[in-house]
């Protein structure tokens, strides 16, 4: 089974600073048939369902902001929000698709 | 747009099986893998499983043994069964559109979710 393990589990950050989430797959999520990597990247606020943010690792799904964005390749992905707002605060889930669907355990992100 | 609901017993007894229902609107079932997705109070998402409009079906290796699903796409909506549930079982339970690769994807659009208890 692939282990997706997310870094920081929290991480509070200022208004209007960049908040950086990381994400790391115990196997490569490089998929050779379209030279993309199966990594996706959700929100999750309280008391509401996960809403997809960023598949492919860094494409951004349609209405998503542009201050949302994901790099990354292979075993090591990163979610960056560039400059944060107050409703940015949620929990943000890795999950690769590699094989069969395995999220991370979650980052929680708060205003400083 | 896709949207998704649940519906199904809120409270299931240990032991029993747990019974979910997913009905689609705004778009035919008819394509796409459908998936249910987890998630206890306070904790991660679980993947339980998809299904296709074939009938075709992948389920969590950890929770294979328990569980069955079903497409009736006369009705727009697919099914989720878990047998011989614990307490372990209680969670929100997400039906998702699954999107991507042939292989499995990423999960597009989500229902709201419903909490299912078990208890006796």
């Known amino acids: 089974d692939i282990v997706m393990t997310q870094s920081p589990d929290s991480l509070a950050v200022s208004l209007g600073e960049r908040a950086t989430i990381n994400c790391k797959s115990s196997q490569s999520l490089f998929y050779s048939s379209n030279n993309k990597n199966c990594l996706a990247w959700y929100q999750q606020k309280a008391g509401q369902p996960p809403k997809l943010l960023i598949y492919w690792a860094s494409t951004r799904e349609s209405g998503v902001p542009d201050r949302f964005s994901g790099s990354g390749s292979e075993t090591d992905f990163t979610l960056t929000i560039s400059r944060l707002q107050a409703e940015d605060v949620a929990i943000y889930y890795c999950?690769?698709?590699?094989?069969?669907?395995?999220f991370g355990q979650g980052t929680k992100l708060e205003i400083k | 747009q896709v949207q998704l609901k649940e519906s199904g017993p809120g409270l299931v007894k240990p032991s029993e099986t747990l019974s979910l229902t997913c009905t689609v609107s705004g778009g035919s079932i008819s394509s796409y893998f459908w998936s249910w997705i987890r998630q206890p109070a306070g904790k991660g998402l679980e993947w339980i499983g998809r299904?296709?409009?074939?009938?075709?079906?992948n389920y969590n290796p950890s929770l294979k043994s328990r569980v069955t699903m079903s497409v009736d796409t006369s009705k727009n909506h697919f099914s989720l069964r878990l047998s011989s549930v614990t307490a372990a079982d209680t969670a929100v339970y997400y039906c998702?559109?699954?999107?991507?690769?042939?292989?499995?994807?990423?999960?597009?659009?989500w229902g709201q979710g419903i909490l299912v208890t078990v208890s006796s």
């Open positions: 999950q690769q698709y590699y094989s069969t669907p395995q």
């Open positions: 998702s559109r699954e999107v991507g690769p042939p292989h499995g994807g990423f999960f597009e659009n």
């Open positions: 299904i296709y409009i074939s009938g075709t079906t």
